[in-house]
């Protein structure tokens, strides 16, 4: 996946980070995002957050999946059933 979302429910915890440290979590999110990297060196705080944000991730990921997966089936069974109507 090449994106994630950022809810507004995520923003009381960041700002309890500090600049460094806030920084240092957007970028990890969007090298786990784009690479399934995880981060090395998020403070304790930070990783905490990292760890709840990567489960909606994953979650939205696994519904995108299955979204594709369902599109393709509907293609083919679209292209099936209007081929056989000749």
Known sequence: ?????????YIPEMKKLNALSFK??????????????????LSKKANLIFSQIIRVINQEQRLE?????RSLAGKKGMKHRWNNKK
């Open 1 to 9: 996946m090449k994106k994630f979302n950022f809810y507004c429910a």
């Open 24 to 41: 240092k979590l957007v970028i990890a999110l969007a090298k786990y995002t784009e690479t399934g990297e995880m981060p090395q060196s």
């Open 65 to 69: 999946d299955i979204s594709y997966k």
